[in-house]
Structures are given as C-alpha cells and as structure tokens.
C-alpha cells in the first residue's frame, strides 16, 4: 500500500477527508510542536508531529507520573526544528558518540598484576 492511500484511509477512519487538512487548529498548551504560534492547519500538526514522533529517534515517556518531567521532554523533542543539525553540530554529536562506545565496548582486563 502506498503513502497517499494508506494517509486517505487514516483520514476515512477519523471522519476526515482531504479537505479538512487544511482547517486550522488551536494548538492545546501540552504540546510545543507549534513553537511560537497557537494555531495551525491539520496538515501542518500531522508532519511536525511525525517529523517529532516518527523518525530515527524516539522518545518513550508516557510511564512516567511526573507531569513536569514529561513536559520537559515534550518540550525538547516536539519543538519545531529541534532534529535540525548543522554540520559541526553533527560531527561534535559523531564524536561524543564515537568517544562513549570507545569506553563501553574497551575491555577489561581482570589480570592481576
């Protein structure tokens, strides 16, 4: 099944069809994805939440109890742009990387000397 199907058969299952993509939305407080703005249209809510949610990197938080923590997390991945790295930025992440599983993946000698 391609993309566009599969999205018109999510939006058959809400009651939605294509048209109400583009009606705009108040934007609730619990969520960043809209950055400074409080409204958006449906099209735009749905790609900057897959763009948060739904690519390489995820984030599990939902078991957590504490409302402020899970807040602070929402707040660093569903930002708009967060995931947006410039060049530097990405070496320095490969690097910290690179530097982190060198000390994990070292063996340990337990020779006594």
Known sequence: MNLKVAKANQLEFYGLDES???KVFRLPTTTFIGGSESTLPLREIIQ???MAYCQS???EFMFINDLEQCQWIRQK?????IMQ???E????LLARMVRSTRSVCTPVSHKKK
């Open 48 to 50: 900057r939440l897959e």
């Open 89 to 92: 930025e990405k070496r320095t």
């Open 85 to 87: 790295f410039t060049l």
């Open 77 to 81: 991945f569903e930002r708009p742009g």
């Open 57 to 59: 990197i995820g984030v």
């Open 20 to 22: 109400d993509l583009d």
